[in-house]
């Protein structure tokens, strides 16, 4: 499973280099991966959530999930802070980049990654769980938290949180999570052959998702990698314990904690790029920090694979 995911990802990266060798600007390639990554999120994921509401009853493990992760990502943007408060005086970092990386070292590619491991580890219930992650902690917490921060260290801090909870409410795939949950309450059959369809196509769109990770991949500039390391190590190593330790705390076990684990050791975000240039912190430094948290995060995951079983 681990070297199918790290296959798809070396294949999107040559396609990258083929670009580029073939002389395709290199905004062209960031324009592709755009649309790309914007059609699975607007008009693929929302059918495939609708089917999990569906189909997988929500239970309790769920809100746990969700707790956990809301405070996952808390709990590292205050390591991080308190982390930066100190760096930044002392190696004299821009308040764009320290902006960037608090984002970076909290904030996972829980929907890109996340999604594709947990679904081929655990099946529909890795996917539930997966969303879980994703749609009750991840996402709000991007549009309000995330967005803070970017607004206090950015250039730009025109956008008032009452927009970013506008812009939650008009994301699909979370309407289609809440039209999975009323047809399953209201219990209105849904045709099987759409909810097979619907299962053929996630499973493509798994791979297509890990390709453009790949593709997404921009060279490291080396001189910066010790001003990124204590977020990286923020992302990869302290925020996985923090899951684990309040999974336990919930009384998580067995794939629930498991999910947990994996999601918190997730990659930096792909949107964590948007957000550099709509807010006006380091887009660099962002580009730099999927970059290097991706690489570190497949080693990562093999240790974490061979500690906790997964």
């Known amino acids: 499973m681990f070297i199918e995911i790290l296959l798809l990802i070396l294949i999107g990266i040559f396609f990258r280099i083929l670009f580029v060798v073939v002389g395709i600007a290199s905004d062209k390639i960031e324009k592709f991966r755009d649309r790309a990554t914007n059609l699975v999120f607007y008009y693929i994921i929302p059918f495939i959530c609708f089917k999990t509401t569906y189909t997988m009853p929500?239970?309790?493990?769920?809100?746990?999930?969700?707790?956990?992760?809301?405070?996952?990502?808390?709990?590292?943007?205050?390591?991080?802070?308190?982390?930066?408060?100190?760096?930044?005086?002392?190696?004299?970092?821009?308040?764009?980049?320290?902006?960037?990386?608090?984002?970076?070292?909290?904030?996972?590619?829980?929907?890109?990654?996340?999604?594709?491991?947990?679904?081929?580890?655990?099946?529909?219930?890795?996917?539930?769980?997966?969303?879980?992650?994703?749609?009750?902690?991840?996402?709000?917490?991007?549009?309000?938290?995330?967005?803070?921060?970017?607004?206090?260290?950015?250039?730009?801090?025109?956008?008032?949180?009452?927009?970013?909870?506008?812009?939650i409410i008009k994301i699909p795939p979370i309407w289609g999570l809440?039209?999975?949950?009323?047809?399953?309450?209201?219990?209105?059959?849904?045709?099987?052959?759409?909810?097979?369809?619907?299962?053929?196509?996630?499973?493509?769109?798994?791979?297509?998702?890990?390709?453009?990770?790949?593709?997404?991949?921009?060279?490291?500039?080396?001189?910066?990698?010790?001003?990124?390391?204590?977020?990286?190590?923020?992302?990869?190593?302290?925020?996985?314990?923090?899951?684990?330790l309040y999974g336990n705390i919930a009384g998580l076990s067995g794939i629930p904690l498991n999910v947990c684990i994996i999601e918190a050791s997730m990659p930096s975000m792909l949107l964590s790029m948007i957000f550099a240039s709509v807010f006006g912190v380091d887009m660099r430094t962002a580009v730099e920090m999927i970059f290097l948290t991706t690489i570190f995060s497949m080693v990562s995951l093999i240790v974490y694979f061979w500690l906790f079983q997964f």
């Open 58 to 167: 929500f239970s309790l493990n769920n809100i746990k999930i969700a707790i956990v992760a809301n405070l996952t990502i808390i709990s590292c943007i205050t390591i991080s802070w308190l982390l930066y408060k100190k760096l930044a005086q002392l190696k004299n970092i821009s308040s764009e980049v320290v902006g960037t990386l608090l984002m970076c070292s909290a904030f996972g590619n829980v929907l890109y990654i996340g999604l594709p491991i947990l679904t081929k580890l655990y099946g529909q219930e890795g996917m539930s769980y997966a969303f879980s992650y994703d749609f009750l902690a991840s996402t709000p917490l991007t549009w309000t938290l995330a967005v803070a921060i970017c607004m206090k260290y950015g250039k730009a801090r025109g956008i008032r949180l009452k927009d970013s909870l506008i812009t």
């Open 178 to 244: 809440i039209t999975g949950f009323i047809f399953r309450e209201l219990n209105i059959t849904v045709p099987l052959e759409l909810i097979n369809g619907i299962n053929s196509i996630s499973s493509y769109v798994i791979s297509f998702m890990l390709l453009i990770v790949g593709i997404s991949f921009q060279a490291v500039t080396p001189e910066k990698f010790t001003v990124s390391l204590p977020a990286i190590l923020v992302k990869i190593v302290i925020s996985p314990l923090f899951a684990l």
